[in-house]
């Protein structure tokens, strides 16, 4: 439609352009035929004026040379003799004696009145040459010309002055033009348009009055006309042209140079342009004639481009056509094509009898038969919801049919478009059957369910694991603790030793198990906070120095400051990647060996990021090439005796480097047998302000709890003892409740403020530790209940356990087995608050 | 879709509607009759050329009103608020006469018809600024009428200068014959006399400069008499009164004083027209001839001429192209050969117009020599011209001026002309009443009737045509102004008829005649009556039928008996060439006498306007209906 409006207004833009150009052309040469006709006819016209002029300047002269000879000479007979003689050299028509009183006398004894009017006192007076129109009873219209003379008498007639008369068809043959085959008009006209001498065509016989006919003829504006009068009235010369009776002429003006006479110059425009307009229409054919062969010729292509277009159109149309017959039959989509306003089907597919069991003909005949499909108490009929849909608009619904032939239960989408072709409404339907992908659909549904269940099984085994195991490690390494801080007998602190580094061991190898499945069901996640990133090299290096204390291995640390140190990072991560590499090192680095620790800082991707690179170089065993390719897989260990001597899981690098992964850095590796490793972690990091960032914690050895009382809920007594025991050590008083309903009663009995603090257990009987700080929290009649600090302290240790532990309330989470450092900060930091 | 039907069909009914509104336009403009008036200087006017006009014109709407013979009265018409008519005509005529109207007169000088007089003729009418307003008719002679019957029975030979003329009129005093007689009392008897005797001097160099400079005189700077001419024209005008043996009295000798003697062959010689003399010649069988004014030799010998009208057209045509359109073509009309012959009726001497050929009647035949030679003298003829010369022409009569004295006076006057008619106010109308006609007639005229009726205690008065020729105003009336109330050259006469007569009369007046003879050609010729209603049906148009009769409500007593004013002119009415309707010749009989002898209808107006005071209220006279 806009492309069809485009061509339209392209076509009507070049036909304008045509015309005008075509215009433009005519206009131009009209113009120049007209210039060129009136220069023409305005150099013809100018001489037949000369002419009249000198026709009236020679008689003036002619007679100024007769009238000293008249004014000399007494003897009639020769004066007689003498104009005769002039009167055949002159050719005029009479000559006059003319008396004062303006009486004449001719040469042949007439005597009368000449008519002079106001122009006898010039003549007679003044002593003027005159020229003036008269008339004479029964004569033709004359033109006197007339000269003052001395006073003479002739024939006994005084007379004072001369003249001589011509017939006004003399004057006539002075502006006669040979040119134009007799077509041409000349006249000799007063400046009100009178005619005086007048050598009309047949086309002017009828003029009596220039300005009156011209007015009749209304060729001219009322402006050009006043133009025209007042260019007579000043003697102004000029050219135009006029239209009278339906034909064209040109008008050329000029003054007569005598009198107050115009000459006019009248020729038909078609006479003057006769070659010309032959050229011009000639002209005119054949530009035409090209046009219209062009015209044609662009049409004929037009019309054979449209036909071509039209027939592959319909050759489209037809393969459209028979595809969407083929792919109707065959698809599982039942079209139908309903007129809006009756809801008349003008098309529906024929496969609708194959997929819903109802025939062609009875859905042609009425559409409502489609609503026999779904089942009798289904919600909204659609057919009835048509109305509401506007053109360009579309609807959809799912529904359930029932096949009317197999009685089979379907799924079907139904679509419905309402679009406006050329100005009608339709509604078009599309009745997809879906049955397969619901099938299908349904039993991966199922699947997923399974595997949804089988993963919560998952989790929920690891985190009972990690409970169940943690709980008796608490005890296990606590009561070791304490045993050791009881200064056992030397054999029996060897015994506690090496239970407290199987211990420790056995964590490990609990923490890697449970992390590498965390990973991997996804439940560990990367969470950047606000750090200082220096702290966390010196805390990884200050780990390292830990492990080296009773080791005999250098130890060089070079740990780059950043000007802008402060970053978003999950510090606990990276710390845990340092400690593995570095722990590794140290592992696997022989005494008198060294280990080097580098951190360097470079620009990131833009000026919010910067680059972190850790660098760990051993002079350790190091690793053959095979085993280097492997060095992330889980549970990998060179094949050799390395496994017996250096203790692992074979799971640390692999957590490593997933962490790395999740933090969007990368780790390699270079190694080489018996030379030593180097391992390069770079992570990109996003900066942040240094406000954002929390200070570091105090020592936990600088602080003194003495005095502070705490309430413990804790259901398992071995933990609980071992809390107490520790708790006390530091100087506090712990007051101990075996579930969440006893913790909250205790709390609720001691006057506010009587506990500093509260550690809570979360899996305890008859009230979990969630639930218990909930209704510590929700205690209206106690001020304190909203403020005391309650620090989860539980075996459940992943991240989203302590999540739920912040989420129910509580401001802290500690994971056991409890490491007192943790305690103590804890304990610093919330009950001083 | 739908849209576009609509605006198609929209299209459609609308493109039918123009094209009905357009034929209904075009029906409504043909059946609009374009409305003319044209105001005639004299009555004869509606001799000929009126009723031409109307058959030439068929879808103009003309109203023909009788005006005066004078600028004097259109200065007036201004003077009262009203326009100028669309044509006015007018025979006495000057351009420093003119000069006055010449601002509502339209320039005539582009028109097509001014470009059919040959130029030198229109230059005589060309105002100083160039515009050309009045358009002259055809001239009429106007010299010496001699009866030739009368001078071949006493075998006196038609006199070819002065001598001969004088020698004539002696010729015939000696049988008892009077030689020369006019009709001294009018104005333009004294002044065509007065020029006559002397056109050489006023056609010479210093006669034809001072004629020029007085017709553009200002009223500013006026021009008083040139003391080369002038003094001459005097002195021989003194000699031709006593060469004509004028005789003391005769100066008031009017029209039929004068043409009675002259049919009887008691006088061989008057002044008058050439149409006249064609006239007297066709229907009296006299042999009447024109002769010039003389000179010393029969070359100084001149007609004396003038144009049979001046023409001008008011410039509120120009308003309506339709209307001027049309008045261009009634002026074509006018000067055409066949108009100028509905004027002068085949009797004019010269055709001022190139398409004109007007051959000169009989009665010019011993006058060709002057015609040929040119020798045609246009009359002096502004307003003050002819009541100076009137009034020195009768002084010069009575022998109270000499020809000084007569040159003193006449240079006197002309420097400071006031007409005493127009000088003193007479009365003060109190009510206006139009003179436009109605179909109960013309309210002015009525007003006149009824005034005229009551002045002379007559029961009825009977008008023979609406004799107003002008609108009467609420306002001051001089006596001049009084006088142009009633048309020109109406006769009075009184008498007692019975009511049956009453009812001839105006059957006379109003009804066709079986030979065709129509009085009222045109509705506004209507009688106007006074004491007196009628009823008329126009049953086709121009043609009327008279109805009933009525008095005070009742129907005419055809046994009762009336005293009858009678008012208008029979001339027009009973003559053959003008409406052939003679009257009863019973009725004739008992129109017992002139209302007063010699008495004229203005000196009538005059007295009843010194009793009245007033016009006095109209009356719904006449009834016209439409019917068959």
Known sequence: MKKRLVILLLALVLTAGVVWAGSAYFGFVSQTIYEESTAHLTEIFHQANQTLYNLVSVNWSRMRMWEPYLSKTENDDEITTYVNHAREESHFTDFYFISRDGNYLTLEGQQGYLDLREKLPALILDQQPIVV?????????????????????????????????????????????????????????????????????????????????????????????????????????????????????????????????????????????????????????????????????????????????????????????????????????????????????????????????????????????????????????????????????????????????????????????????????????????????????????????????????????????????????????????????????????????????????????????????????????????????????????????????????????????????????????????????????????????????????????????????????????????????????????????????????????????????LMGGTISVESKKGEGSAFTVELPLELTEESKVQKRSCHAAEVDLSGIKILLAEDNDLNAEIAIVQLEELGTQVTRTSDGDETVETFAKNPPDTFAIIFMDIMMPKMNGYEATEAIRTMQSRPDARRIPIIAMTANAFAEDVQASLDAGMNGHLSKPIVMDEVIKAIARNARQ | MKTKRLICLLLAVLMLAALFTGCAGQKAGKDDKISITMYLWDRSMLKGLTPWLEEQFPDIDFTFVQSFNTMEYYKDLLARGEEIPDIITCRRFSLNDAAPLAEHLMDLSKSEVAGTFYSSYLEVNRETGGAIRWLPMCAEVDCIMANKDLFDQYGIALPTNYTEFVAAIDAFEVVGIKGFQTDWSYDYSCLETMQGCAIPELMSLEGTQWRMEYESETADAQVGLDDTVWPVVFAKYEQFLKDVRFQLGDEELQFSATMEPFFNGKTAMVRNTAALADNVTSERGINCVILPYFGETSEDNWLLTYPMCQLAVSNTVEKDEAKREAVMEILMAIFSEEGQKQVAFGTSVLSYNKEVNITPTKALQYVQDCIESNHLYMRLASTEVFAISQDVGHKMMTGEYDAQAAYDAFNAQITDYKDPDAVEVMFTQKNAYSNDFTEHGSQAASALVNTLCAAFDDQIAIAYSPVASTSIYAGDYTLQQAKWILTARNSIYRGEYTGEEVRRFMDWLVNVKEDGSNPIHHRNLMPVTSGMEYTVTEYERGKFRLEEITIDGKKLDDSATYTLLLVGADTFLEHETFCNCPMPADLKEKRQDYLVDDFSSQECMQEALEKTRQFLEPTKYVTILQGK
């Open chain 1, 133 to 661: 129109n008269s008339v004479v009873p029964d004569q033709p219209k004359i033109m006197v010309f007339a000269i003052p003379a001395a006073k003479g008498n002739y024939r006994g007639f005084e007379y004072e002055a001369i003249a001589i008369t011509f017939n006004n068809s003399d004057m006539v043959d002075a502006l006669k033009i040979s040119a134009f085959n007799g077509q041409a008009s000349t006249f000799a006209v007063l400046p009100d348009g009178r005619v005086v001498v007048d050598n009309g065509s047949q086309d002017m016989n009828d003029m009596r009055n220039f300005f009156a006919m011209l007015e009749k003829s209304e060729s001219l504006t009322e402006k050009e006309l006043a133009d025209l009068e007042e260019a007579f009235g000043t003697g102004k010369s000029g050219n135009l042209v006029f239209e009278k009776d339906g034909r064209d002429y040109y008008l050329i003006y000029e003054p007569a140079n005598f009198q107050d006479w115009i000459v006019l110059g009248i020729v038909p425009t078609y006479v003057v342009n006769a070659s010309m307009n032959k050229l011009q229409s000639t002209t005119i054919i054949v530009v035409s004639g090209i046009a219209i062969a062009l015209a044609m010729t662009i049409l004929l292509l037009v019309v054979q481009q449209n036909r071509q277009k039209l027939k592959r159109k319909d050759n489209e149309l037809l393969a459209r056509d028979e595809l969407f017959s083929k792919l109707s039959i065959n698809v599982d989509d039942v079209f139908l094509m309903v007129d809006a306003r009756n809801l008349r089907v003008e098309y529906v597919s024929p496969n609708i009898e194959k997929l819903v069991g109802i025939s062609e003909e009875r859905v042609l005949r009425d559409v409502h038969e489609i609503e026999h499909l779904i089942r009798p108490n289904e919600s909204e009929l659609i057919l009835d919801q048509l109305s509401t849909i506007l053109p360009g608009e579309q609807r959809e619904w799912d529904r359930e049919y029932i096949h009317q032939k197999t009685g089979e239960e379907l799924w079907f989408r139904v679509v419905v478009f309402c679009t406006d072709i050329q100005g009608e409404k339709k509604y078009i339907l599309d009745l997809s059957d879906r049955t397969k992908d619901k099938k299908i659909n349904q039993r991966l549904e199922d699947a997923v369910h399974t595997a949804e269940n089988a993963n919560r099984a998952k989790t929920t085994f690891l985190n009972n694991m990690s409970h169940d195991i943690r709980t008796p490690m608490n005890a296990i390494i606590g009561f070791t603790n304490i045993a050791m801080k009881h200064d056992p007998k030397p054999e029996v602190k060897n015994c506690l030793r090496k239970i407290s580094e199987s211990s420790d061991h056995l964590l490990t190898l609990i923490n890697d198990v449970l992390d590498i499945s965390r990973i991997e069901s996804g439940k560990i996640k990367f969470i950047p906070s606000p750090v200082d990133i220096t702290e966390v090299a010196d805390t990884a290096m200050s780990i390292t120095q830990g492990f080296l204390s009773n080791r005999n291995v250098e130890f060089h640390a070079n740990l780059a400051v950043p000007a802008h140190p402060y970053v978003l990072a999950d510090a606990v991560r990276i710390r845990e990647v340092l400690v593995n590499i570095l722990g590794n090192a140290v592992k696997f680095t022989e005494d008198g060996g060294s280990i080097t620790f580098e951190a360097s800082y470079a620009p990131g991707a833009d000026d919010r990021h910067i680059t972190v690179c850790y660098r760990v170089t051993d002079t350790g065993i190091g690793m053959n090439e095979e085993f280097v390719q492997h060095i992330f897989d889980e549970f990998s260990q060179e094949e050799n005796d390395a496994r017996t001597q250096y203790k692992g899981t074979g799971l640390g690098m692999a957590i490593t480097r997933r962490y790395v992964d």
